[in-house]
């Protein structure tokens, strides 16, 4: 199975950039779909981003409070993927959490490997 961790991380004001990366290790990583999950403080996890694995084709599925601002990628020949976060705002705040699915969609409805987050910090 596959192992999941995140990196990345930090505090940083509205407005910039931030890229956030997961390295993935103990399993084929070309066959996961991958993505990206958020948890602020007192609320639910949320999808972020996620990018479907290679048999699918690879697309990749966004929240629509992140379009156009964040965009997601992957590395197979790397294990790794990637969050570049643009526009950041304060609402953006919260743990960010890499995860997987063995044959997932972009949309990652049964993600089932979690890495243990990175937090995400934007001031206003």
């Known amino acids: 199975q596959v192992q999941m961790e995140e990196s990345g991380g930090g505090l940083v004001q509205a407005g910039d950039s931030l890229m956030l990366s997961c390295a993935a290790s103990g399993g084929t990583f070309n066959r996961y779909g991958v993505g990206w999950f958020r948890q602020a403080p007192g609320k639910e996890r949320q999808f972020v981003a996620g990018?479907?694995?290679?048999?699918?084709?690879?697309?990749?599925y966004y929240a629509e409070s992140v379009k156009g601002r964040f965009t997601i990628s992957r590395d197979n020949a790397k294990n790794a993927a990637y969050l570049r976060m643009n526009a950041l705002k304060p609402e953006d705040t919260g743990v960010y959490y890499c995860a997987a699915e063995l044959y997932g969609s972009p949309q990652l409805h049964g993600a089932n490997y979690w890495g243990q987050g990175t937090q995400v910090t934007v001031s206003s």
């Open positions: 990018i479907g694995w290679r048999g699918a084709g690879a697309g990749t």
